[in-house]
């Protein structure tokens, strides 16, 4: 069983830059590919980035690519994002999730452990 906990969330103002971290334990982290979503209120969870275990590919929304950044440190089971030029339209919970897949990672079936979700919030 794969653990996930996120951190790093926070009040920012518009185009101000959040990292957020998710630690992984439980598992091999090394063999799973890793993937953010966000879900806002009222909306439903969207994919945001992921990493695959296999040759760490990176895909993105079309919303944040540009702005948000992908990456994992295998020796510290720990995946990231770097997100920067924040909107008020990134507000959402920022969910951690992990997959044994290393396509489809855009969709939310694709993964079978997730972590609690960190708050990010963004004033204009």
């Known amino acids: 069983q794969v653990q996930l906990v996120e951190s790093g969330g926070g009040l920012v103002q518009a185009g101000d830059s959040l990292r957020l971290s998710c630690a992984a334990s439980?598992?091999?982290?090394?063999?799973?590919?890793m993937g953010w979503f966000r879900q806002a209120p009222g909306k439903e969870r969207e994919f945001a980035a992921a990493i695959a275990w296999t040759g760490g590919k990176t895909n993105y929304a079309d919303s944040v690519k540009g702005r948000f950044t992908i990456s994992r440190d295998n020796a510290k089971n720990t995946v990231f994002l770097q997100m920067n030029s924040l909107k008020p339209e990134d507000t959402a919970v920022y969910y951690c999730a992990a997959s044994v897949r290393s396509r489809f990672l855009e969709f939310l079936s694709s993964y079978t452990y997730w972590g609690q979700g960190t708050q990010v919030t963004v004033s204009s």
């Open positions: 439980g598992g091999t982290f090394s063999t799973l590919s």
